[in-house]
């Protein structure tokens, strides 16, 4: 455990930080599930409505540093191929 007061300060700090960080990574695969159930369900209109939502809500948790910007990249591009294929045959 910490002694000195610094690094008990230092402590409180990181444990309110890891909730907060805990609380934005579960929102961001909470609304990127959210997405890909719609395009499972072959609700184009639905997706693309949620998606500049989604889109915000990874950028964001890029520029928080809960996922990194290569990965945030990954996600939106996978996210919109998949709503492209789904909306080629209609």
Request: proline share 2%; glycine share 4%.
């Amino acid at each position: 455990m910490a002694n000195t007061f610094s690094s008990l300060k230092r402590a409180r700090q990181t444990k309110r930080k890891t909730a907060v960080n805990r609380l934005r990574k579960t929102r961001l695969r909470h609304q990127i599930r959210s997405v890909r159930r719609l395009i499972e369900q072959k609700d184009a209109k639905g997706a693309e409505s949620v998606l500049p939502a989604t889109f915000s809500l990874i950028d964001r948790s890029a520029k928080w540093g809960i996922i990194g910007k290569n990965t945030a990249a990954r996600y939106k591009s996978r996210i919109t191929a998949r709503l492209k294929t789904l909306a080629k045959p209609a």
